[in-house]
């Protein structure tokens, strides 16, 4: 099933959630927040503190802090 929305609906759908979960993580209720991550061509499930495991080639240092652009899905 795909659910088509209008460009401003994404927008306030997205600002709602990233909210909620801003939210959350101030009152350190994690809940069962969780996101689905588009990362060097695979899918990952995470959670806060999560480590992710990336294979072959990868140009960021152990510890380094990453930015994911790619969030498929997001729940809290």
């Given amino acids: 099933m795909h659910v088509y929305m209008q ?9 709602t959630i ?3 979960i801003n939210q959350q993580v101030a009152r350190a209720e994690l ?4 996101a689905v991550v588009h990362l060097c061509g695979k899918l990952f499930r995470i959670t806060p503190g999560d480590i992710i495991l990336v294979e ?21």
Avoid: H, M, N
């Avoid at 460009?7 to 600002?15: F, L, P, T, V």
């Avoid at 072959?56 to 809290?76: F, N």
């Fill in 56 to 76: 072959g080639y990868w140009p960021p240092t152990i510890g380094d802090e990453i930015s994911l652009d790619k969030v498929l899905l997001a729940v809290d």
């Fill in 31 to 34: 809940g069962r927040l969780f």
């Fill in 7 to 15: 460009e401003s609906e994404q927008q306030r759908a997205c600002q």
């Fill in 18 to 20: 990233c909210e909620r």
